[in-house]
T-cell receptor, first 115, second 111 residues
């Protein structure tokens, strides 16, 4: 069964609105979670590393004020896309490890469409 | 130069064929290596880790050549269900400890 759950799986919103995506580790505590974005026919691009109890670490070129990450507990990280625009439409995927170098488990992904 | 490079394909092969994918990585400090499989519009799932000694799991064989910074995946006796995108993934240890994904190689097994 799934060890990382992501919600919602699909969301359609109007331009200018904000969208929150949740990522939960179900069977383990995750001090670190990762957020990726994948455009059609492209690879997963790491957006940020979410650290429980501290600020997220963003990759170069990712706007931290636009993609707000909160990791308030050991089992939940959220990604909020603020003031979404059509170019933010993408497949957003979270992942987590249950220990240092263990297997990386992925959430089911959230497909965002901004109209 | 991309950190992880793969031939995007597509590789169109008949059922039963043997197919090999290659991947190169640029950072010699890379520590861990993996092959993930991603079906269309789904999340990636771990296929196998790649060890220096090479490893095999059924019809799948992975090899690592650290000197050449090269990873390979061999699939024998291809099945229709093997059709997917295969992602080469490299773990950068140390301060970052993050996975870097290749763009993936698309495999289409034909009946």
């Amino acid at each position: 069964g799934a060890v990382v759950s992501q919600h919602p799986s699909r969301v359609i919103c109007k331009s200018g609105t904000s969208v929150k995506i949740e990522c939960r580790s179900l069977d383990f505590q995750a001090t670190t979670m990762f957020w990726y974005r994948q455009f059609p026919k492209q690879s997963l691009m790491l957006m940020a590393t979410s650290n429980e109890g501290s600020k997220a670490t963003y990759e170069q070129g990712v706007e931290k004020d636009k993609f707000l990450i909160n990791h308030a507990s050991l089992t939940l990280s959220t990604l909020t896309v603020t003031s979404a625009h059509p170019e933010d439409s993408s497949f957003y995927i979270c992942s987590a490890r249950d220990y240092g170098d263990g297997e990386l488990f992925f959430g089911e992904g959230s497909r965002l469409t901004v109209l | 130069r991309k950190e992880v490079e793969q031939d995007p394909g597509p590789f169109n092969v008949p059922e039963g064929a043997t197919v090999a994918f290659n991947c190169t990585y640029s950072n010699s400090a890379s520590q861990s290596f993996f092959w993930y499989r991603q079906d269309c519009r789904k999340e990636p799932k771990l296929l196998m880790s790649v060890y220096s000694s090479g490893n095999e799991d059924g019809r799948f064989t992975a090899q690592l050549n650290r000197a050449s910074q090269y990873i390979s995946l061999l699939i024998r006796d291809s099945k229709l269900s093997d059709s997917a995108t295969y992602l080469c993934v490299v773990n950068m240890r140390g301060a970052t400890n993050k996975l870097i994904f290749g763009t993936g190689t698309l495999l289409a097994v034909q009946p």
